[in-house]
């Protein structure tokens, strides 16, 4: 018998990279790569930043077949990053050392699962390393926007209510709220202006949607708009349907912040 239950845990742990795995070989197949789209522009000359945090196991470069669905004039001078994380000790998944931004304690992700909040704050302490070069490099914040999936998710939203400047928005799909309400007091002024896409499906199985849907009240408690979608049928996994909002989201607010 708990044979039987260490086994259904671990198949749980697993789908929580295979379903960004798989995610990724969707986009691969369904949407050509053209040798124009996959070179990034030179920063100094770019307008705007996306940054792309994937999901527990997963790699940045695996990732960037996201990029060539956004299609519109505005992206041309869009620069992209899709950093992979280090390798660490993850508890859902017994200690085993894989791709993660911060320890995970439970699979499935729950509203009300243990937050390992000092290894998320470490993580966040990267992205905004990663940010505050883009700003030095002279893109605006206002133009930089934050992505994540699942994991990524999770770290998206920590890193865009911690960092001291509004940016251009932050993008939260199939995630978490990764810490407890006490964070909300460390919520600088100026991130409570940064507008929250809030994605989740509702029959992920791995990031249960009852902890999306824990999301808006908390951003609406730390002082911050969240535009919440749902989508029925949609596991723990990234839709095509998602990534176009996406676009457009982000292409309405390039051009409110140009």
Known sequence: MATASVSQQLTKSIALSAATFSATILLVLFHRTHPSSSITPDPMAARSFILWLHGLGDSGPANEPIKNLFTSSEFKRTSWSFPSAPSNPVTCNYGAVMPSWFDIHEIPVTADSPKAERSVLEAVQSVHAKIDKVVDGGISPNNIFVCGFSQGGALTLASVLLYPKTLGGG???SGWVPFNSTIIDRVHPDAKRTPILWSH?????????????AGPPFLEKAGLSCEFKAYPGLGH??????????????KSRLQSSS
């Not at 996994?237 to 982000?250: C, D, F, G, N, R």
């Open 171 to 173: 993008a939260v799909f």
């Open 201 to 213: 499906g509702m029959d992920d199985r791995t990031v249960l949607f009852e902890a999306g849907q």
């Open 237 to 250: 996994s990234i839709s095509t349907e998602e990534l176009k909002h996406l676009e457009s989201w982000i």
